[in-house]
């Protein structure tokens, strides 16, 4: 889940806006305005080139300047506008996995060190929030861990003594204290809540500031480490630097290592008008599995206030079951059960999650690369706090201290607890090579409707067509330029998915989400 606010004067846009071909935007792309910045034109030297702008290259970016380190920053988009636009902006230290399941796969040290660290993010925020002033509605509160209907209380005794173990502030409650009928829970103390996309703004603004130079619309092509790091765009330009951190969601530099050990996921996230102040600011977790997060937006619309209730829930691997309409149904009519006065979903959108085997995020040197080549992926539902645990363990790697996170999060690590999730996840990738051989979704292209994909077969080929709402079709090539397997249609965000290892494509063939790093090839023609 992507659960890693709030009141902004900002336009808001309706559910069926879109950027570029995309029909779901966020509520906070809807609430904040695009950062801009130049793409870059020629060729740069830099201390430290830093691949991707969501809020883990620009944590870094920001933190590696305030060491008067000189940074160039690029991203293919615009800063932010990655899938940190995507979460629900929960900022939390309780860990998706649970800390029962984090004591089994990293032992009782690597629980307090993985409590140690998540808090340690949330406050680095908060200060970089306080020393920049960044207007970003940065709010700490309380968060509530409750049952789902299949769940037990032993489930909740277990997870209460496996985070006091871990050091987190915890309380068992038989209820929470306020008029929800959400049944036993755990509190946890000082979580928080922000608007990630005006924190974002404020770390390029504070980047740029130093000296920090960021570029938009710059597309890494070729990523070389060595005694002097090299980075060739798209439109071939090329950085030199010192060292080069990665921090593209999934890296886009490695092609099987770092991707038999995290899987891709979609979730799903819903914004509903509510009653003002008729639920408590706070953060909501369940332990169903999937499991949901529900927080509080409070918006500024035509001068008037509202409160918007955030839902998000119905994980599934990318590219496999998509069955998004009905997704968003579930999740509005779960909620409806639990909260009072939920109106229609105003807003709806879906994110990329990487799941790593063992619930925590991979961060540090790349494994068999040269030295200077560090990444950050593996968000496993907790983009917001791994990805500024990132900015801060990078930036010591890379100017020689020593950090206590070094070995936790370090990319190379393996654990034979974690065998059993490995070997599943890497079959269900093998699995999806069976689609080389299956029949087409149509049997030919007028079959396919305005605004939807099918995939098709034309002799040994497999074809991604789409038609455009002008009714002109578009066909590339269905086979994923990283490893080959076949994309499939995602009618809401209106993409070409992979269901191997979560690449994502506009309709047009163009890459939206790595590891694949060049577009769908056009289709061949039938003769």
Same mark, same amino acid.
């Given at each position: 889940?992507?659960?890693?606010?709030?009141? %902004?004067?900002?336009?808001?846009?309706?559910?069926?806006?879109?950027?570029?071909?995309?029909?779901?935007?966020?509520?906070?792309?809807?609430?904040?305005?695009?950062?801009?910045?130049?793409?870059?034109?020629?060729?740069?030297?830099?201390?430290?080139?830093?691949?991707?702008?969501?809020?883990?290259?620009?944590?870094?970016?920001?933190?590696?300047?305030?060491?008067?380190?000189?940074?160039?920053?690029?991203?293919? *988009?615009?800063?932010?506008?990655?899938?940190t636009s995507n979460t629900s902006a929960h900022l939390?230290?309780?860990?998706?996995?649970?800390?029962?399941?984090?004591?089994?796969?990293?032992?009782?040290?690597?629980?307090?060190?993985?409590?140690?660290?998540?808090?340690?993010?949330?406050?680095?925020?908060?200060?970089?929030?306080?020393?920049?002033?960044?207007?970003?509605?940065?709010?700490?509160?309380?968060?509530?861990?409750?049952?789902?209907?299949?769940?037990v209380e032993k489930d909740l005794s277990e997870e209460?003594?496996?985070?006091?173990?871990?050091?987190?502030?915890?309380?068992?409650?038989?209820?929470?204290?306020?008029?929800?009928?959400?049944?036993?829970?755990?509190?946890?103390?000082?979580?928080?809540?922000?608007?990630?996309?005006?924190?974002?703004?404020?770390?390029?603004?504070?980047?740029?500031?130093?000296?920090?130079?960021?570029?938009?619309? %710059?597309?890494?092509?070729?990523?070389?480490?060595?005694?002097?790091?090299?980075?060739?765009?798209?439109?071939?330009?090329?950085?030199?630097?010192?060292?080069?951190?990665?921090?593209?969601?999934?890296?886009?530099?490695?092609?099987?290592?770092?991707?038999?050990? #995290?899987?891709?996921?979609? %979730?799903?996230?819903?914004?509903? #008008?509510?009653?003002?102040?008729?639920?408590?600011?706070?953060?909501?977790?369940?332990?169903?599995?999937?499991?949901?997060?529900?927080?509080?937006?409070?918006?500024?619309?035509?001068?008037?206030?509202?409160?918007?209730?955030?839902?998000?829930?119905?994980?599934?691997?990318?590219?496999?079951?998509?069955?998004?309409?009905?997704?968003?149904?579930?999740? %509005?009519?779960?909620?409806?059960?639990?909260?009072?006065?939920?109106?229609?979903?105003?807003?709806?959108?879906?994110?990329?999650?990487?799941?790593?085997?063992?619930?925590?995020?991979?961060?540090?040197?790349?494994?068999?690369?040269?030295?200077?080549?560090?990444?950050?992926?593996?968000?496993?539902?907790?983009?917001?706090?791994?990805?500024?645990?990132?900015?801060?363990?990078?930036?010591?790697?890379?100017?020689?201290?020593? *950090?206590?996170?070094?070995?936790?999060?370090?990319?190379?690590?393996?654990?034979?607890?974690?065998?059993?999730?490995?070997?599943?996840? *890497?079959?269900?990738?093998?699995?999806?090579?069976?689609?080389?051989?299956?029949?087409?979704?149509?049997?030919?292209?007028?079959?396919?409707?305005?605004?939807?994909?099918?995939?098709?077969?034309?002799?040994?080929?497999?074809?991604?067509?789409?038609?455009?709402?002008?009714?002109?079709?578009?066909?590339?090539?269905?086979?994923?330029?990283?490893?080959?397997?076949?994309?499939?249609?995602?009618?809401?965000?209106?993409?070409?998915?992979?269901?191997?290892?979560?690449?994502?494509?506009?309709?047009?063939?163009?890459?939206?989400?790595?590891?694949?790093?060049?577009?769908?090839?056009?289709?061949? #023609?039938?003769?």
């Open positions: 889940m992507a659960h890693n606010g709030s009141s %902004t004067s900002r336009k808001i846009s309706r559910v069926g806006s879109s950027s570029s071909q995309r029909t779901n935007l966020s509520v906070w792309s809807a609430t904040a305005p695009v950062t801009r910045t130049p793409s870059l034109n020629n060729n740069v030297r830099a201390d430290v080139c830093v691949v991707g702008a969501g809020i883990a290259g620009l944590t870094t970016a920001y933190l590696l300047t305030r060491e008067r380190q000189s940074v160039v920053l690029i991203d293919k *988009n615009e800063a932010g506008r990655g899938e939390s230290s309780e860990i998706d996995a649970s800390y029962r399941e984090i004591e089994h796969l990293h032992g009782e040290k690597g629980a307090r060190l993985v409590a140690q660290s998540h808090g340690s993010a949330i406050a680095q925020i908060e200060s970089i929030v306080d020393d920049e002033d960044i207007d970003c509605d940065f709010e700490r509160l309380d968060g509530y861990l409750f049952l789902g209907p299949k769940e209460f003594d496996a985070a006091s173990r871990a050091g987190i502030k915890v309380k068992q409650l038989e209820r929470a204290p306020f008029d929800l009928e959400l049944g036993p829970c755990l509190k946890f103390r000082q979580q928080a809540q922000f608007h990630p996309l005006r924190y974002i703004a404020g770390l390029v603004k504070a980047i740029k500031r130093r000296g920090g130079r960021i570029y938009s619309e %710059t597309e890494a092509k070729q990523i070389r480490g060595g005694r002097t790091a090299e980075i060739n765009t798209k439109s071939r330009q090329k950085i030199s630097a010192g060292s080069v951190v990665v921090a593209t969601n999934t890296p886009v530099n490695d092609w099987v290592k770092m991707h038999t050990k #995290q899987a891709p996921y979609r %979730t799903y996230v819903i914004g509903a #008008q509510i009653p003002m102040d008729s639920i408590p600011k706070a953060l909501y977790w369940d332990t169903e599995n999937p499991f949901h997060y529900v927080r509080v937006l409070r918006i500024q619309d035509n001068r008037k206030a509202r409160d918007i209730l955030i839902i998000g829930g119905e994980d599934h691997k990318t590219g496999q079951d998509e069955d998004s309409e009905n997704r968003f149904e579930r999740l %509005t009519a779960w909620g409806r059960t639990r909260f009072p006065g939920i109106g229609k979903a105003e807003f709806r959108w879906s994110g990329q999650v990487m799941n790593s085997i063992d619930g925590l995020a991979f961060i540090g040197r790349n494994p068999g690369d040269e030295p200077n080549v560090y990444i950050a992926t593996g968000d496993s539902g907790m983009g917001l706090t791994h990805g500024t645990i990132a900015g801060m363990l990078i930036k010591d790697l890379i100017l020689g201290h020593n *950090n206590p996170w070094t070995r936790l999060y370090d990319p190379s690590r393996k654990s034979l607890r974690s065998a059993l999730t490995f070997a599943e996840e *890497n079959l269900n990738v093998a699995a999806q090579y069976a689609a080389w051989v299956t029949p087409g979704e149509v049997s030919a292209p007028e079959e396919i409707k305005p605004g939807t994909g099918a995939i098709l077969r034309r002799g040994l080929s497999k074809i991604a067509a789409f038609r455009d709402d002008s009714g002109k079709l578009h066909e590339r090539s269905a086979v994923c330029p990283h490893l080959g397997c076949i994309v499939s249609w995602n009618p809401t965000e209106r993409s070409w998915d992979c269901p191997c290892h979560g690449s994502r494509f506009e309709p047009n063939g163009k890459v939206l989400n790595g590891p694949a790093i060049g577009p769908l090839k056009l289709a061949e #023609q039938s003769k």
